[in-house]
């Protein structure tokens, strides 16, 4: 093992940091043993993320070793001499964790609420997990079938297959053509040693990078980095690089997928170059002429015209050359009407080779980019993960360098590249036919990075913004709730923040249980339908493109009652951010075409699901656990029911809700972020003033019904290799009952830590049954009814062991109880997750708005946070006896078990 010293004599000989880059704010420093350390300090928001990233994937492997990569990813997670279990400690600090592998590479990342204790613990773990991580057979042995399982709930979507299988085809010798999850058969046999060797070879200081992200002393994060990444020996092997080089594809490519299901899907990969390579952002450009929403030359041809469900086109950046994908949906199981989406995704695409395409196209995609670069740029968490992304493509500043090209992308630019590399011999589809003499489309060789990014300064730093406090009392203390305009409350908390952004949530209630009874389904499409369909003044396009212009996301949904408006846009663009909302939500045209292109991708999003074992468990048991009339707005349908509703709502029921029950009159705004109440209110008057809405509102009561009856059901999804369970049970409780704290962290002990949990320990830590196991509370704030759900998706020759492995843990819960050192694990835990979760404004944004309509204050947050503080075991031990009674659970299994029954039997 590696020592991490924590001696003051330890400390004495830390190496210190060389300074490499300064770019926009974010500082590189590198260690003598070839440590990449990348520090961006924003005290805006009271949170620091440390994100570890290793430069090896799926590109790395070899022969036998498929998978390796992201096999050990889910390894690391097993812990260490130092910190045996990772996942609990990450959990009893409340943090939000992930790690995920790619083709080129691997990271880790934490989000923890900012002080020195977390900042020192993230980096501490990251450095000793990246060198002492044993790799054990026995860890093994459980968790390569969590990632066979993980691999089973890919195997699910046949769409993601068909991609996977186009790519594969399109590569003949490069790893890009091979899945990063692996090959099933080397997921379960690779010997340990042969991983460990793998792990020794790649996780090392000289092939990683460290990203430190949100508010921590500087002078500390260098002193921890020093600490524990600097002392870390460099080693003495040489890193093998990669150099296998695809050849130019002599013709296309043809791959026919056979499975279960309801909709048909075409694709088609051309070879396109790498990321750094000066033309991949002309095709990012092109991605989005194609199928962007609503301009996208597909999307028109496509979507508009009801041949295809819905359509998508990407070019993902990557190391080495990579793939451009185009796909579609189509409402067919028959291979000829298939064809003819193909033929027009042809058409489309010849055209823009040959007569090229529209400056305001091109403008459009840019500054679609942009603001998603703002966006991102302005959210420490967010660009750290980006940076990893770029800097496994060889160096971090080429996020700047991509943003600073593709402003400059020019029509002719596109225009070129599609004539270049979208020939029909560097194409893979459906079928193949030699052609008289060999057709070659040669890529780009990846250029030169370190050049590239040679002295580059990128541009002035974004503002910081101010520290922020997020102790429930202490955020209470600077809301402002000026009243109401027209029928709607309000809620206001400015504050400094990076990049100078705002988050609006803004909730209008409408209507009542009677007088919405049929309506249910076209209230589904009534916010998709203002927001997508143009208003009064500006067509569809024209809203899409004052959005983009504005630095402006917007999303307007809801359901029978609701709807619901979120923004968020930078403090100079609100303004003009504001007046699109006034438009969407005054002047909607509520297009019947758009109407029918919603309509047609609803549909087939139902038809995919009606096979699909998630799905099906989950509606299942929510009709178990309910029960109503089939006219009641409460009512659960069923998958064809659902579909048959879809098929029958109309254009005038859209219309009806908006005329006749949509308004003012009742909800609830929140604004957080930056800006200044005395020019926001003025706006919102303008929108909401003389809005009223022309039906009565009475909130529609969701309460516990007495009598329902229990039932274990088995539901067969034929050729799905996943499988998924659920159990649950309903009960009388509100979440302001004196049980409630102590039921919720008893539910957070059995199964709510994310994957460290009793359920998840047993099923997916020592059991190695389940990818995702978990358990859910949750209480209504109005109605007394509450419930408690299970669930796992495993394999479907697991089901009997997935059950009692659910029930034993159940059953031991309740007969011992909880441990003192677990509850207090668990209690820290719980504390720091709602901690992370108000640094967020969106969410922040979205709780004031909900305190508004139960008419609370963030002091209910405090008082029941100060209340769970306080409990004991003894409380919680009793909370779990009074309402966890397996017996009164329901439980639904859905997969294909009759197959898994019969390779049982073999």
């Known amino acids: 093992m590696v020592a991490l010293s924590g001696a003051a004599s330890a400390q004495a000989r830390a190496p210190q940091l060389e300074q490499v880059a300064s770019v926009e704010g974010i500082t590189e420093y590198r260690l003598p043993n070839g440590m990449r350390v990348l520090l961006f300090p924003d005290p805006s928001k009271p949170k620091v993320t440390v994100a570890l990233t290793v430069f090896v994937g799926s590109r790395h492997e070899g022969y036998g070793e498929t998978g390796m990569a992201h096999l050990l990813e889910h390894m690391v997670f097993k812990g260490t001499p130092t910190h045996p279990d990772i ?197 990012e450009v092109l991605s989005d002429v194609l199928s962007s929403q609503p301009s996208g030359r597909l999307y028109k041809a496509l979507v508009e015209t009801r041949k295809a469900a819905s359509v998508f086109a990407f070019a993902s950046p990557s190391h080495d050359p990579g793939l451009f994908m185009i796909a579609a949906r189509v409402n067919t199981k028959e291979r000829a009407e298939l064809e003819k989406v193909r033929d027009v995704i042809y058409a489309e695409i010849d055209k823009v080779a040959k007569e090229g395409v529209t400056d305001e196209e091109v ?105 922020f406090d997020v102790r429930p009392e202490a955020i209470e203390a600077r809301v402002q709730r000026p009243g ?64 983009d212009k504005n630095f402006a996301q917007l999303s307007v949904s809801g359901g029978a009652g ?54 099906l468990a989950s509606n299942r048991l929510q009709r178990l656990l309910s029960s109503y009339p089939a006219d009641d707005v409460r009512y659960t349908p069923t998958p064809e029911e659902s579909i048959e509703r879809t098929k029958a709502a109309t254009i005038e029921q859209v219309k009806t809700l908006y005329d006749e029950f949509l308004g003012a009159s009742v909800g609830e705004l929140a604004v957080v972020g930056d800006f200044e109440p005395s020019e926001v209110l003025p706006a919102f008057e303008k929108i909401l003033k003389g809005w009223k809405s022309g039906k009565p509102y009475a909130r529609i009561e969701r309460p516990y019904q007495e009598g329902l009856k229990t039932a274990t059901e088995v539901i067969e999804t034929p050729d799905k290799a996943n499988a998924m369970y659920l159990a649950g049970s309903v009960f009388p409780m509100k979440d302001d009952s004196a049980d409630y704290p102590a039921l919720a962290i008893g539910n957070y002990i ?45 394999n479907p020759t697991n089901v009997a062991k997935v059950e009692a492995g659910v029930k034993e843990e159940v059953e031991r819960i309740l007969k011992d109880g909880v441990k003192a050192e677990e509850l207090k694990t668990a209690k820290d835990g719980w504390l720091r997750s709602r ?62 078990f009759k197959k898994a029954e019969a390779a049982e039997k073999k």
């Open 484 to 547: 109401e305009i027209e029928g709607v409350k309000v809620a206001l908390l400015p504050k400094k923040t990076r990049g100078e952004t705002v988050n609006v949530t803004l909730t209008l209630r409408y209507g009542d249980a009677e007088s919405l009874k049929g309506l249910s389904t076209a209230a589904d499409f009534l916010g998709g339908l203002m927001s997508r369909g143009g208003t009064k003044l500006l067509s569809k396009q024209q809203v899409r493109d004052e959005l």
């Open 87 to 283: 996942p609990g400690v990450f959990k009893e600090r409340g943090a939000q964790f992930n790690g995920t592998t790619n083709d080129d590479r691997t990271n880790y990342f934490e989000t923890l609420t900012a002080s020195d204790d977390n900042l020192e613990f993230a980096v501490r773990l990251e450095a000793d997990r990246m060198v002492n991580s044993p790799i054990k057979a026995e860890d093994l042995a459980t968790e390569f079938s969590v990632v066979r399982n993980e691999f089973e709930r890919g195997e699910n979507n046949p769409m993601s297959i068909l991609m996977q299988r186009i790519a594969s085809a399109a590569y003949d010798w490069h790893n890009y053509g091979k899945s990063t999850i692996g090959n099933r058969t080397d997921i379960e046999r690779v010997p340990v040693d042969n991983l460990r060797e793998f792990y020794k070879k790649y996780y090392q200081p000289d092939n990683a990078m460290v990203v430190i992200a949100g508010k921590f002393d500087e002078a500390k994060a260098k002193e921890y980095v020093a600490k524990y990444f600097g002392t870390l020996p460099k080693p003495d092997r040489k890193l093998p690089q990669t150099y296998t080089e695809e050849p130019p594809q002599d013709g296309e490519r043809v791959v026919t997928l056979r499975r279960v299901g309801d909709v048909g899907v075409v694709g088609l990969a051309y070879h396109v170059p790498s990321g750094p390579q000066a033309d991949f952002p002309a095709l």
């Open 363 to 467: 403008g459009r995609a840019v500054r679609r980019y942009l603001k998603d670069f703002e966006m991102s740029a302005s959210d420490p968490n967010s660009i750290a993960l980006e940076l990893s992304e770029w800097a496994a493509q060889g160096d971090w500043r080429l996020y700047f360098l991509a943003r600073d090209r593709m402003e400059k992308v020019k029509p002719e630019d596109v225009k070129r590249v599609a004539a270049a590399y979208f020939e029909p011999s560097n194409r893979t589809v459906g079928y193949f036919t030699p052609s008289e003499k060999p057709e070659r489309t040669p890529i780009p060789e990846n250029p030169d990075v370190a050049k590239l990014v040679d002295g580059y300064k990128g541009r002035e730093a974004k503002s910081a913004g101010e520290t």
């Open 835 to 896: 901690e992370i979760g108000r640094t967020e404004d969106g969410s922040l944004a979205g709780s004031l708005a909900t305190n508004l309509f139960l008419g609370r204050t963030l002091l209910f947050d405090a008082d029941v946070e100060s209340k769970v503080k306080a409990l004991d075991a003894a409380a919680v031990d009793a909370a779990l006896r009074k309402y966890l009674d397996f017996a009164k659970f329901s439980v639904v299994t859905a997969g294909d």
């Open 750 to 794: 059995l199964g709510g830590g994310s994957i460290s949990s009793r359920i998840a320990d047993r099923l997916r830590g020592k059991g190695g049954l389940s990818y995702s196991a978990a358990s859910h509370f949750n209480a209504s704030s109005l109605d007394p009814r509450a419930s408690i759900m299970v669930m796992a998706i495993y």
């Open 562 to 615: 609701t709807l619901s408006v979120n923004l968020e846009t930078k403090r100079a663009n609100l303004p003009a951010a504001l007046e699109i909302v006034r438009q969407v939500l005054r002047e909607p045209l509520l297009p019947a075409d758009e109407f029918e292109v919603q309509k047609t991708g609803r549909l087939a999003q139902l038809e995919s699901s009606k096979t699909e074992p998630t799905v």
